[in-house]
């Protein structure tokens, strides 16, 4: 069996939607599909449970989830210490917020992989707060953030990208009609928010004219966010790119107007910088 496919099936039993667990380890869908069916075919049961409401583990998979983890960590310690440092491959931790591989992350990221191959890469998706954290914890060696409030005498920023924020809504809504939206018009709605991209809320309560949004749900799932939209629970602001991404039918996106821009930035401490994020700083800039 894959050690791989273990570990695909781990993020995938944490985040039970195979797009963003697709997303979090920088493969396609269809091949994350093929590699759970392998293990599925090896080990003669359903991990999962799929229907129209989305992806279950099953009851076997529940029972065999702790054994993949067992797998995985004993994988991950023998490496470390059973090898010796000699044996050791680099690894490189690379803390991201959700979006950021909807804006050509995933080429970029292929081409650079291919140019050094020497390294194990790690991924992990948090919150902008939790990023800061992990840096300082040294957890990572650098992060992909749309979050501008880094302390700049600890880290240096390097620009990546940029979007425009959207409204997402569902189709019976009145504002629905309307081609772009006002901060104005939303005063008086219920949003639904995704604390993950808690940069937005900064951006919005420093736009003019002045605006506090009404948070009415928060949800840790971007797919839950559309769901709870298109069933008429509440709007949603996102950036546009994530908004065309996750879009379901029965709803509407939206431009909110005079445009508001979210910057994305690649953030790694001054000193003590790993020579790796020394060395992706300069091929991003390159590009």
Known sequence: MELNYINEFIVLARVLH????ADQLFIGQSSLSKHIKSIEMELGNDLFIRSKKGVTLSDFGKAWLPYAEQISNTQREYTQNLL????IIPEVNIGYIPLVTLYNFMPFFK???KKNPHCRYSFLQ???RELLDWLQQKKVDFVLTGDSDFPEELYKKQFYTCDTLSVVLPESHPLAEKKAVTLEELKTESLIEFPHMNALRRLIQNAEPSFDLHTSIAVDKASVLFDLVQKGLGLSILTN???SHLKLDGTVIRPITPNIFYEIYMVYPFKKTA?????????LQDL
């Open 84 to 87: 010796g440092k000699e044996s």
């Open 275 to 283: 020579a790796v994020a020394k060395e992706f700083a300069a091929y």
């Open 111 to 113: 081409d650079y992989k």
């Open 241 to 243: 790119n994530m908004a």
């Open 18 to 21: 195979f797009q963003e667990a």
């Open 126 to 128: 948090g919150s902008s």
